[in-house]
């Protein structure tokens, strides 16, 4: 058989999230790479508009739950006919896909987040996959853990584009994924200040993640308090839409942090924070990999993160940031407050953590998913 130069990737997320923006990366990488690329998606989310804007291919589908035989079926015929690939980018398309594979398809599965995979989601969709693809070793053994054999795994880090070249292919600034100058930095502070309504000069610690239980906001809030009794002057954004955000701001009001800690809502771009920050946390008790963290590392931020999941993956405690364990606020606070009072600690883990950047490269990327590509019929 010839071989499959058309790559579908399936993703029915409502949002723009890392997982899609992954999807985007991937898919540019491919593009560069002389692979036809289709994006398979929810009509009228984000992502269709940000496909269609980087210039792909775009079809949507209904999606219509876990056992969204129609969206299977479509998927089959129209991967039939063009001897395409199908990449199912999360959990509920991996269903849709398994689907497809009834009628000869292959499909390749992508697993994001450190969750256990239960013995009927293995059944159904993964061992109906050729490959399923994990974005750390820490997921890898949660799949072999769950029964997936390990030959039925590969581990290939999520990415970002790293050089002018890679910048080109997303159709970005190359500067984007670069840390900014001193007046740059400035400019940011000063435009979110007076967004936010705060002071430029006070140290600002950020996070960038959905509002949901696995992200651990509970902890951060925790570790914010304990910081604020010993450095009044910081403040904390908390960027970011999801389930838990009204528990969130009432437990944050509750605990005395209205106006300290700041809930800063979603960021359809989210680089000029990102690089206005002191330090970036992370306070998940659960973490595929984050990948919003090797962002901070691309903008030249210090990092404080826990150990859970796929984050020492990214993350190497006393190199290139500093880690703690899951649900410890005082360890978090501690790490914090290292990071912003010492500032040569904090330049040296940052610089080293930009100087491995390169591993997380859009050119590796794509070299591993086309080994994948290539072996799977």
């Known amino acids: 058989m010839a071989r499959r130069s058309t790559l579908f990737h399936v993703d029915g997320e409502r949002g723009l999230r890392g997982g899609e923006r992954q999807l985007l990366y991937l898919a540019a990488a491919m593009r560069a790479r002389g692979r036809r690329n289709v994006v398979y998606c929810r009509a009228g989310q984000e992502l269709e508009g940000e496909a269609r804007r980087l210039g792909f291919e775009v079809r949507t589908l209904p999606f219509l739950g876990e056992g969204d035989l129609f969206s299977g079926v479509k998927l089959a015929a129209d991967a039939r006919r063009e001897n395409a690939v199908l990449h199912a980018h999360t959990a509920h398309a991996a269903g849709a896909c398994a689907f497809a594979s009834l009628a000869g398809v292959p499909f390749v599965a992508h697993r994001r987040v450190d969750f256990p995979v239960g013995a009927l989601a293995r059944a159904l969709k993964y061992e109906f996959a050729a490959k399923t693809v994990a974005v750390s070793e820490a997921i890898a053994k949660i799949l072999r853990d769950g029964g997936l054999s390990k030959e039925r795994i590969a581990v290939v880090p999520d990415g970002l584009p790293v050089d002018a070249e890679e910048s080109s292919w997303c159709g970005v600034e ?134 859970a999941g796929g984050i020492p993956e990214v993350v190497v405690d006393g190199e290139t940031g500093l880690l703690v364990l899951p649900r410890n606020p005082q360890a978090l606070a501690d790490a914090l407050i290292k990071l912003l009072d010492d500032g040569a600690l904090a330049r040296r883990l940052a610089a080293e953590g930009l100087k491995r950047l390169p591993r997380f490269g859009l050119k590796r990327m794509a070299a591993d998913m086309e080994k994948i590509y290539d072996a799977v019929d």
Request: hydrophobic letters at 45%; a positive charge; charged letters at 25%.
């Open 174 to 307: 190359p500067e984007r994924f670069k840390p900014p100058t001193t007046e740059q930095r400035m400019d940011y502070r000063r435009m979110l200040a007076a967004e936010l309504r705060i002071d430029p000069a006070m140290a600002w610690v950020g996070n960038l993640a959905a509002l949901v239980a696995h992200k651990d906001h509970d902890t951060l809030l925790a570790a914010a308090l304990i910081i604020l009794l010993k450095r009044p002057g910081t403040r904390f954004l908390v960027a970011g839409r999801g389930p838990e955000e009204s528990r969130l701001k009432q437990r944050a009001r509750r605990i005395g942090l209205e106006g300290k800690v700041l809930f800063v809502g979603h960021r359809p771009d989210p680089l000029p924070l990102l690089k206005a920050l002191d330090v970036y946390v992370q306070s998940s008790w659960g973490e595929g990999m984050g990948s919003v963290l090797i962002e901070a590392a691309a903008c030249g931020v210090p990092r404080a993160a826990t150990t």
